[in-house]
């Protein structure tokens, strides 16, 4: 299922709540950087480092910028099994 919202009409915790009447095994969002849901951050320019200070319970950063440093996991962007993997753990509860 896909559910796309193109303006910021209702609050997230009211969305998820809808859509898990469907009983999903996963819900990705993005945008919403100020909730507290877990987060993987992308970073693709130099301006992009702020976002990690900005944004709530950051669990990983991918990034175009190498090398780089963060006090979460960090991933290139170029190495998508990787992060990949690292996803799918995260969603069993495996790391």
């Keep these: 299922m896909i559910l796309h919202v193109a303006k910021h009409v209702e609050r997230l915790s009211n969305t998820i709540k809808l859509i898990e009447r469907f009983d999903p095994n996963l819900i990705l969002v993005e945008g ?5 849901f877990p987060k993987i951050v992308l ?4 301006k992009d480092r702020q976002l990690l200070d900005r944004c709530k319970n950051v669990i990983a950063v991918v990034t175009w910028l190498q090398p ?11 190495n998508e099994q990787q992060y990949l993997s690292y996803i799918i753990n995260q969603v069993r509860g495996l790391t």
């Excluded at 780089?68 to 170029?78: C, G, L, N, Q, R």
């Design 32 to 36: 919403y950087k100020d909730e507290a």
């Design 68 to 78: 780089f440093k963060a006090a979460v996991p960090v991933f290139s962007i170029t």
């Design 43 to 46: 970073v693709k320019e130099e």
